[in-house]
């Protein structure tokens, strides 16, 4: 049974920089694709990062330059390091996972089947 486990979400002010981490575990993809997405209360959710099997990352204009996704697979850990974080990016993160031999789904949300419980992040002014 896979599954992904969020965490290093937190309280930060405007300016400051946080790095969340996904744990993966009970899946043998052969073709893993990663993805981050966000979520607000009463909003839709959102594509972040996304990584694919070759190290390929793809960004959300609204994160380019201050958001880095990478991952740790010897150890089957997805990261996506945050800088310069602003209120705007207070949501609850979510972490996503699927077997991607057909392709590379990117921050298209509907083509990941399996995803975490989500990190609270939170940035004052």
């Known amino acids: 049974q896979v599954q992904l486990v969020e965490s290093g979400g937190g309280s930060v002010q405007a300016g400051g920089s946080l790095r969340l981490s996904c744990a993966a575990s009970g899946y043998r993809f052969s073709r893993p694709c990663m993805g981050w997405f966000r979520q607000a209360p009463g909003k839709e959710r959102e594509g972040v990062a996304a990584i694919d099997s070759t190290g390929s990352t793809s960004y959300a204009d609204s994160v380019k330059g201050r958001f880095t996704i990478s991952k740790d697979n010897a150890n089957n850990i997805l990261y996506l390091h945050m800088i310069s974080l602003n209120p705007d990016d207070s949501d609850m993160y979510y972490c996503?996972?699927?077997?991607?031999?057909?392709?590379?789904?990117?921050?298209?949300?509907?083509?990941?089947?399996?995803w975490g419980q989500g990190t609270q992040v939170t940035v004052s002014s």
């Open positions: 996503a996972a699927v077997n991607c031999p057909w392709g590379r789904p990117g921050l298209r949300q509907v083509l990941y089947d399996y």
